[in-house]
């Protein structure tokens, strides 16, 4: 079992739809949590943490179940801009490190 | 500010020959990370360093890469020989020392790496 698991996607939206993306993580010890976007062939970029109280940040919400190992991005209103790869990112933490685990990534592509 | 630097953004080599990654992280940052991510996958991270110590290299393949941050700052990732499985972006990224939070990572342009 991959220790990030995403939705392959891709997805294919129209402008201005709403569009959720889920993922699962192995590691119960895990601490932390992240959605990071990357553009094609650009690296990846921090788009927002994710915390148990859940958190917005304009038109995305991220939330964040650690009963279920379980982590969503909600984008609302899409734009062309937000055409993009977003990786599902996971901290083990623990103080001696400060290692990222990546999901493969989910393929949004929002459509005129 | 700058961010993080890479050279070169691109390489094509032959397979068993050498190659070699530079990385300049953002100043101030204590701890740089070198990460590969083939195509249609996440970065996976290869090997950490908290200045010049190595903090993590559990998945680095050592008997064909190595790294090294001798002075602290910039850093060199070393292939040698390339196999054709090797090819990919390595993404260099730096943070604030471990223990201060919030351990945002910041990636630099990578290097696209093709072997034939």
């Known amino acids: 079992r991959k220790e990030v698991e995403q939705d392959p996607g891709p997805f294919n939206v129209p402008e201005g739809a709403t569009v959720a993306f889920n993922c699962t993580y192995s590691?119960?010890?895990?601490?932390?949590f992240f959605w990071y976007r990357q553009d094609c062939r650009k690296e990846p970029k921090l788009l927002m943490s994710v915390y148990s109280s859940g958190n917005e940040d304009g038109r995305f919400t991220a939330q964040l179940n650690r009963a279920s190992q379980y982590i969503s991005l909600l984008i609302r209103d899409s734009k062309l801009s937000d055409s993009a790869t977003y990786l599902c990112?996971?901290?083990?933490?623990?103080?001696?490190?400060?290692?990222?685990?990546f999901g493969t990534g989910t393929l949004l592509a929002v459509q005129p | 500010e700058a961010g993080v630097a890479q050279s070169p953004r691109y390489k094509i080599i032959e397979k068993r020959q050498s190659v070699a990654f530079w990385c300049n992280p953002i100043s101030g940052h204590a701890t740089l990370y070198w990460y590969q991510q083939i195509l249609g996958q996440g970065p996976k991270l290869l090997i950490q360093f908290q200045n010049n110590g190595v903090v993590d290299d559990s998945q680095l393949p050592k008997d064909r890469f190595s790294a090294e941050r001798l002075k602290g700052v910039d850093s060199t990732l070393k292939i040698q020989p390339a196999k054709l499985e090797d090819s990919a972006v390595y993404l260099c990224?730096?943070?604030?020392?471990?223990?201060?939070?919030?351990?945002?990572?910041?990636f630099g342009p990578g290097t696209r790496l093709t072997v034939t």
């Open positions: 990224a730096s943070s604030l020392p471990i223990g201060t939070g919030p351990y945002e990572q910041y």
């Open positions: 590691n119960s010890a895990s601490q932390s």
């Open positions: 990112v996971v901290s083990p933490g623990g103080g001696a490190t400060n290692k990222l685990i």
